[in-house]
């Protein structure tokens, strides 16, 4: 496989997602508005779905913040990827974003140099292996609001699910009105101290549709998106019943000694797309 | 459920006064786009030359970077960030004169006792509605600060574009008040 076939996957992800609200997303929305019971809130809902219906009409940005991208690539231990893949990333993504008048907003250090880049890169490239051939290649604009409103901790392990809940209710309650809500909140438990927030991360890619095999996972989301939208922080953080939309969990193996968790905030302009490649 | 308030901008301070937290409203008229880097430089102007540069007096600052501009449309999507981030230096900038705010997400309490001291008020649009809220801005024009890009102190001129009080000019703040309010009004609490 070669990187420049990914180059061109990430290149056409970038100006679809850009412009097209994740469908599981939008169906989301609609289905919040019909529930919503503030009317501040189904205003709000109003206007993020209608929001949706004109940026795929006139082919704009859902939202100003075009992000950071985020590829994730999952490759097949069969194959032998030749190339410069992060050279061929930030080329699409260079091209991509020229091309589709999106905005750059990449700074060029975090904290010796700000200016910005110009270019919306350096992208942000996980590259995993699992067996077999071809690839999945993710993709996802990561807005600065929803991200700068996450948060990782170390617990202990006698911490437990609920130290797990009482954590990502509280981020919430703390961090909810920058992210954009509604939600989807990504909640990452296990590895390692760097791991936990990549867990976080993958878990938004999820479709809302599919809740996960395990069902004690699948009870621990409810529990935490039922606490989460009784807060009453609602769409845009002005008040209602949807602060969000699901709450996603990933969970992997840890030290014994350990229980990180991390909380990736999804915004309501989720963009995130995942590709198979042959 | 009350009327929406036609606002038109620069505001007069007695218009202003009459805003009541939660109320819509829509503002058509000048805003001038400022973000984090913008905030710093204003500052810094407004200390060196004692008052605030581009007349800036009077007017409102949008927390906003836009795309840019494409096929005919003024911005092709722009929105509200994060007021936060912007919160250390809006105590300083009411008081020398800015007469609103428009943003997205709660602010500190310093920035809620200077709108009561200033007589000004925060509005927050809906964030992620980039798209629609584009379609309520008609022009843009470079006032200064062309080599931040998105950054840059931009002039745009707004026609019925939606927002809220977020903060009115009696400290009353709508993201503290309103998951609150919202759980009496259903009776969950």
Redesign the interface.
């Known amino acids: 496989m070669d990187a420049s076939t990914i180059g061109g996957v990430v290149r056409e992800a970038v100006a679809q997602v850009a412009v097209r609200l994740r469908p599981d997303v939008l169906a989301a929305l609609r289905e919040a508005a019909i529930r919503e019971r503030s009317d501040r809130g189904r205003e709000v809902l109003g206007q993020l779905i209608e929001n949706a219906r004109i940026a795929e009409e006139d082919g704009v940005p859902l939202c100003q913040d075009t992000g950071t991208v985020w590829v994730w690539l999952e490759l097949g231990a069969d194959e032998c990827l030749a190339g410069d893949l992060q050279g061929e990333i930030d080329l699409a993504v260079s091209q991509a974003y020229r091309e589709a008048g999106l905005r750059m907003s990449v700074a060029g250090d975090a904290l010796l140099d700000r200016s910005n880049t110009g270019d919306n890169t350096p992208a942000f490239v996980d590259v995993t292996l699992r067996p077999g051939t071809g690839a999945t290649v993710h993709v996802m604009l990561k807005g600065g609001g929803s991200d700068n409103s996450s948060a990782m901790r170390m617990l202990d392990p006698t911490d437990g699910p609920d130290g797990v809940r009482r954590f990502v209710i509280e981020t919430i309650e703390a961090k909810a009105t920058g992210a954009c809500p509604p939600l989807v909140v990504g909640v990452g438990v296990g590895g390692t101290f760097d791991k936990v927030g990549v867990l976080a991360k993958r878990a938004l890619l999820r479709p809302l549709t599919a809740p996960p095999q395990d069902t004690r996972l699948a009870d621990l989301e409810a529990e935490m998106l039922a606490e989460i939208n009784a807060l009453g922080i609602g769409p845009a953080g002005l008040g209602g019943d949807t602060t969000a939309l699901a709450v996603h969990a990933i969970t992997a193996p840890c030290h014994i000694a350990a229980l990180p968790v991390a909380v990736n905030m999804g915004c309501c302009a989720m963009r995130s797309v995942s590709v198979d490649v042959d | 459920?009350p009327g929406v308030a036609k606002i038109h901008l620069p505001p007069q301070r007695s218009k202003l006064a009459e805003l009541a937290v939660?109320e819509?409203a829509r503002l058509s008229g000048p805003v001038f786009t400022a973000r984090d880097?913008t905030h710093e430089r204003l500052v810094a102007e407004l200390e060196s030359k004692g008052a605030l540069p581009y007349g800036l007096e009077g007017q409102v600052l949008f927390y906003?970077?836009?795309?840019?501009?494409?096929r005919g449309?003024a911005?092709?999507?722009?929105?509200p960030?994060?007021a936060?981030r912007m919160d250390a230096y809006t105590p300083t900038l009411l008081d020398a004169g800015i007469a609103a705010t428009l943003g997205?997400?709660?602010r500190s309490r310093a920035v809620i006792d200077a709108c009561v001291r200033a007589g000004s008020v925060y509005f927050?649009a809906?964030?992620?509605?980039?798209?629609?809220?584009?379609?309520h801005v008609r022009a843009s024009e470079m006032i200064a600060y062309p080599e931040?890009?998105?950054?840059a102190l931009v002039r745009l001129e707004l026609e019925d574009f939606?927002v809220?009080v977020?903060i009115d000019v009696h400290g009353h703040d709508?993201?503290a008040e309103?998951?609150?309010?919202?759980?009496e009004?259903?009776g969950?609490s």
């Not at chain 2, 309103?178 to 759980?183: E, I, T, V």
């Open positions: 459920m939660g819509q880097a906003a970077g836009p795309t840019p501009p494409v449309r911005a092709s999507a722009v929105g960030t994060t936060r997205k997400g709660a927050a809906v964030g992620g509605a980039a798209a629609l809220l584009a379609r931040l890009g998105t950054e939606p809220y977020a709508l993201y309103a998951p609150a309010n919202w759980r009004e259903r969950d």
